[in-house]
């Protein structure tokens, strides 16, 4: 079977398993004293262009939760979509173990807005209501989008007009990267994001997320947090040499390159035809898609691919998707007479 359900499901990049291997020979230091989490650090530095305050994390999940419950208290609440991960797919995780509300915003194409931000801005003061303390941006978003530098910018600079944090849950992070073509600090910090989680289990890796601040005191301050959460690996140099590989020679964004490029060598053939319609705008990895939900049933015959709800339908590319899947999946359309 071809796999279009997630990036996932994808293999691990053959350098990220060779830096694997390398990292398991003999003893290292734990809890983030080995050499390749201090070598991590510094290509990160020189990554964001400044000095930044990174910290290996197992996972996604654990990532965005620990961020939240970082940045905020006990009586605050993240601004974030409707569609967005941590609202709809965290199992109530960021309820439940940062302990906030989740103030949820009507999505455009996938992405907040400024507009959304000032809306719960009204309940700050107000002792009834949970008091929005961040904002919580998903880059790309849950629909492949992407937001600009300049749309980042406009919702940082109104979050800290009203004294909140943003965050960007950067699990597919380098995809918006290689899409937008730009340096990664502007889109993130140059933008005034405050936090970002840097995915690499979606981009080439086995396990792990990198969650990097950007102020000192903010970061510094993390290790307790990180801890408690329960998110501090003890054989840290497996993470760290993972991550490590993939910044080699920007392999990071190599593999990026090659997971969008296959979305849009399939989008584009996917456009001939009168019985498919493209939802949104296919700048990364992810296509959403609306078709007959019969043909939709005799293509998972062959394919694996996600049904998101109403007749629409998601699937996604990885670093080591072809153009030979594209065309089998196309062969397949014609084959059932699709226009």
């Not at 109530?92 to 996938?110: N, T, W, Y």
């Amino acid at each position: 079977m071809i796999c279009f359900a997630s990036d996932n499901r994808a293999p691990v990049h053959p350098k990220v398993m060779e830096a694997l291997a390398a990292a398991n020979i003999g003893h290292a230091p734990a809890y983030g004293e080995d050499k390749w989490t201090g070598r991590l650090n510094d290509r990160l530095n020189v990554l964001f262009g400044r000095e930044v305050y990174p910290f290996i994390m197992f996972g996604g999940t654990g990532s965005n939760v620990a961020a939240m419950a970082h940045l905020t208290q006990g009586y605050s609440a993240a601004i974030c979509t409707d569609v967005s991960h941590m609202n709809t797919s965290e199992t109530g995780a960021p309820e439940r173990m940062a302990g906030i509300k989740l103030l949820a915003v009507p999505h455009s194409d996938g992405k907040l807005t400024a507009a959304g931000v000032e809306k719960h801005a009204r309940a700050l003061g107000n002792e009834h209501y949970a008091q929005p303390r961040i904002v919580s941006l998903t880059q790309a978003t849950e629909f492949g989008t992407v937001y600009t530098p300049d749309e980042t910018r406009a919702i940082c600079d109104t979050a800290h007009h009203y004294g909140m944090y943003v965050y960007m849950d950067g699990s597919r992070i380098a995809n918006a990267a290689a899409c937008l073509d730009v340096p990664i600090a502007d889109m993130t910090v140059n933008a005034g994001v405050d936090a970002v989680c840097f995915g690499g289990t979606k981009n080439g890796m086995m396990y792990g997320e990198c969650l990097i601040f950007f102020d000192k005191w903010v970061g510094k301050r993390f290790i307790f947090t990180r801890k408690n959460m329960a998110q501090l690996p003890s054989k840290s140099r497996y993470i760290s040499a993972q991550f490590c590989a993939l910044l080699e020679d920007g392999l990071w964004l190599s593999c990026a390159r090659m997971a969008n490029g296959s979305a849009r060598y399939l989008a584009g053939r996917l456009g001939g035809f009168n019985d498919i319609k493209i939802v949104f705008p296919v700048q990364t990895n992810q296509i959403f898609l609306e078709m007959d939900a019969k043909l939709a049933l005799e293509l998972k015959k062959d394919f694996n691919f996600y049904e998101t709800g109403g007749g629409c339908y998601r699937l996604v590319t990885s670093f080591d998707t072809g153009k030979e899947e594209a065309d089998a999946f196309i062969q397949k359309l014609h084959s059932y007479g699709c226009r």
